[in-house]
């Protein structure tokens, strides 16, 4: 558990200065320049839109998991973690795709792929791990982890969509 614990942070902390690095874009088209539309983004709008992430990617996991958990606050932890990780790599990869190809509009998915591939794999091994600590009460399937992922992660996506969208408009 210890090494699995310092590989997140080793993995962790690039990748939050990458959100300060990295011109702010969330998994859908808007990209923010420097400006004082874009410090208030960076600062107010991507943590709200964080917030909401972890609060439905929370639920989404919980509502698969709900009677094989014995303590929620680990899987509360899990999932901010996890999400700490991957939301900044989603930031990279829309942002590269928006200067290699100037629009995401064939691009929604792709954006997804390798966060929810990560996100599936950290999650198989941490399940794994709350059954060996007793927080379920039976083994997570590898089923129900994919299956748990790509909704939650579904979902936040058409969050995010629906947010961008609003975005677009209002800033036009």
């Known amino acids: ?20 690095i990295v011109p702010s874009v969330h998994s859908n088209p808007i990209v923010v320049g420097p400006s004082l539309k874009g410090f208030f983004y960076i600062c107010v709008i991507l943590p709200i839109i964080f917030t909401i992430t972890i609060f439905i990617e929370f639920g989404i996991i919980y509502f698969f998991l709900r009677k094989n958990i014995t303590r929620n606050s680990k899987l509360t932890k899990a999932v901010l973690s996890v999400n700490l990780l991957t939301f900044p790599i989603t930031q990279m990869i829309a942002f590269s795709f928006m200067m290699l190809f100037s629009d995401l509009n064939n691009f929604y998915f792709i954006t997804e792929l390798i966060p929810i591939t990560l996100e599936f794999l950290i999650y198989l091994k941490i399940f794994k791990n709350f059954y060996y600590f007793k927080y379920f009460r039976s083994p997570v399937s590898t089923k129900t982890t994919f299956f748990s992922i790509i909704t939650a992660n579904l979902m936040t996506f058409a969050f995010g969509i629906t947010i961008s969208l609003s975005q677009i408009n209002t800033f036009i």
């Not at 558990?1 to 300060?20: A, E, G």
């Open 1 to 20: 558990m210890m090494k699995f614990k310092n590989l997140l942070y080793i993995l962790l902390i690039p990748s939050m200065l990458s959100l300060i």
